[in-house]
């Protein structure tokens, strides 16, 4: 049995607007569709789509912040909306965009506070405040008042903060969003850790690929409300119908060459860029290319996994 | 309601630690501002003990106030402004619910180990809503001093039975108003308009009012049962109004069905609970 279990969840949002005067119009937002899928314990798993996707809904459902409209939903055993209070122990949950700390307080507070509302016992809190402290580098922040932390440093603690209970399962919203290069380098070394040595599942939904390319093996796409790919993120390029590119440098300027199976679609002097599909193999390409014309040099683009999103949420 | 009874009465006590928990750390906090929060709580104490001073300054010039003399009154006043200061000292923050809701903070709140209720009231927890309590407080000492009660254990125990169930009453309305502000972000003044209105009108003995206002503070509102019913047996008057004697004696059946409909009110709200955007 998977440590999350999503079977048929749908969730929808009835929205009223006001039409003339007194009149309104109720109409039904569809925010989720049909989504099923399973997430097995020490899994990293990017969960990526377009703003109003539906991605934080689907978040929402899983912490149980959201009841579902219909569908089946299992997480470390325990259907959220039922049972939200138990849930909360087996869980973490980053939001990127707000804080769960106490504006007020400073680290260490916010951290022994939570301490005693997870009940988790003075040692156990102790190493790991210690280690979040060393792995995160807050040990000049725990100090520090919430509302005066910079956005990276906030993040850090927020972090460390759903951590403190050594939840199972690790939600992360948009836990990159507005950092620098170098802290999104040492936030994602840290999530690494925290998956390979506690078992934590992760996962984290984001705008950033790189950072499921660097740590995420699985990868699911969801637009408008629907699981639209769930797989390894290599495999994205096989969903879409991307393409790669052939770059060759004629000896001579020409006009546009003519080769099967490829289309010109840039010309610049003597070199010219030659698209073709990406699950074709490119050498009958390179060949009838080497064939007809006088070749100076040849190279082959893959398509970006930007490109192949972009492509994906285009769709339709 | 579902779960097995000594599931929900360990859940009830966990969720009072943690709430003397959260509101010991707020209070701490907002001791480390203690100039601020002594000015801010005597202001309060100041504000509320005007309008008894307005009953005082109309007793120089009266002596009865529909049917019931100063010490009556004290005794309905303090009565109602102590209930009111408690429920408001515990459940007042509620009344930041929309706020939280419109801002995001009340997803946080949800995915930790207390109940919402409990954190939503305790979160920030305003120890400066004490200067209510004192107020209250003392005039109704005062009234439990000269009042021309012939006490037996009966009364004292009607009256004791008043504060904690006229408690009650004013908490079930309040976190009935919240629960409005999961549909609507104008619920708080809804709800203020019952707790601060009822206690205004309980204030006085309710003989001033037409009928058919006595009547929706019974069965409609039942702030009627906060201090009204109950002093009418600790004073020992027929009711003016003709109704049953055994309202008398019914404050805390009116608290319970209060705090049952809050309560249904108030999850029906956490399940309808819609987040906002992203």
Redesign the interface.
């Known amino acids: 049995m998977g440590l999350i279990e999503v079977e048929h969840l749908s969730r929808t949002f009835t929205v009223r607007r006001r039409a003339g005067r007194v009149r309104r119009t109720t109409s039904v937002v569809q925010a989720v569709t049909d989504l099923s899928f399973g997430i097995d314990r020490g899994e990293m798993v990017g969960y990526i789509g377009p703003n109003g996707a539906g991605k934080s809904t689907t978040i929402k459902m899983l912490t149980g912040i959201l009841v579902p409209t219909s569908g089946r939903l299992s997480v470390a055993g325990i259907d959220p909306s039922r049972a939200r209070v138990d849930l909360t122990r087996r869980i973490g949950v980053v939001f990127g965009q707000r804080t769960t700390l106490w504006w007020d307080l400073p680290l260490r507070d916010s951290f022994d506070l939570l301490r005693r509302i997870y009940r988790v016992d003075t040692d156990r809190h102790r190493r790991n405040v210690a280690e979040f402290t060393e792995l995160l580098d807050l040990g000049d922040l725990l100090d520090t008042p919430v509302r005066q932390l910079s956005l990276g440093q906030r993040m850090r603690g927020d972090i460390a903060a759903a951590l403190l209970h050594d939840p199972d399962i690790l939600y992360l919203d948009e836990p990159t969003i507005g950092l620098d290069v170098v802290s999104k380098g040492r936030l994602r070394e840290f999530l690494r850790r925290v998956n390979q040595e506690r078992q934590v599942t992760l996962l984290l939904t984001t705008h950033d690929l790189q950072d499921i390319e660097q740590l995420c093996r699985r990868v699911m796409v969801i637009d408008r409300g629907s699981l639209v790919y769930d797989g390894p993120l290599g495999g994205l390029h096989a969903q879409g119908s991307s393409t790669r590119t052939l770059v060759v440098d004629l000896v001579d300027e020409a006009g546009p060459i003519d080769v099967p199976g490829a289309t010109v679609t840039k010309v610049d002097g003597p070199r010219q860029w030659l698209s073709f599909p990406a699950d074709a193999s490119a050498a009958p390409v390179v060949a009838a290319v080497a064939a007809a014309y006088d070749v100076a040099d040849l190279s082959i683009n893959e398509p970006a996994i930007e490109d192949v999103i972009r492509e994906i949420y285009s769709r339709r | 309601m579902a779960e097995p009874t000594s599931s929900a009465l360990r859940?009830i006590s966990w969720d009072a630690r943690?709430f003397v928990?959260?509101a010991g750390?707020w209070v701490r906090?907002s001791w480390s501002y203690r100039t601020s929060f002594v000015m801010v709580t005597v202001a309060s104490f100041v504000i509320t003990a005007v309008d008894f001073l307005a009953i005082l300054v109309m007793f120089s010039n009266v002596d009865r106030l529909g049917g019931f003399g100063l010490t009556d009154i004290a005794f309905l006043y303090g009565a109602t402004s102590l209930c009111l200061g408690i429920a408001d000292l515990v459940i007042g923050n509620i009344e930041r619910l929309g706020q939280r809701i419109r801002?995001?903070?009340f997803?946080?709140l949800?995915?930790?180990?207390?109940?919402v209720l409990v954190q939503v009231c305790a979160?920030e927890f305003a120890l400066r809503r004490v200067g209510r309590v004192a107020q209250g407080g003392l005039v109704f000492a005062w009234a439990l001093v000269h009042v021309d009660v012939a006490w037996s254990a009966a009364r004292v125990l009607v009256t004791v039975a008043m504060v904690v169930f006229g408690t009650l009453i004013f908490a079930g309305i309040y976190v009935l108003g919240a629960s409005f502000q999961f549909l609507s972000s104008e619920g708080s003044e809804v709800a203020n308009a019952f707790t601060y209105g009822g206690n205004a009108m309980t204030q006085y003995p309710l003989t001033i009012y037409p009928a058919e206002a006595v009547r929706a503070m019974t069965f409609v509102v039942p702030v009627a049962f906060v201090n009204w019913y109950p002093a009418l047996f600790v004073l020992d008057r027929p009711d003016p109004f003709g109704l049953p004697s055994a309202f008398q004696l019914a404050s805390p059946a009116a608290a319970v069905a209060v705090g049952l409909l809050a309560v249904v009110a108030w999850r029906g709200g956490v399940?309808?609970?819609?987040?906002t955007?992203?």
Do not use: F, K
């Open positions: 859940r943690a928990m959260l750390m906090v801002t995001g903070t997803d946080a949800m995915v930790r180990p207390v109940g979160d399940r309808r609970y819609r987040s955007g992203s």
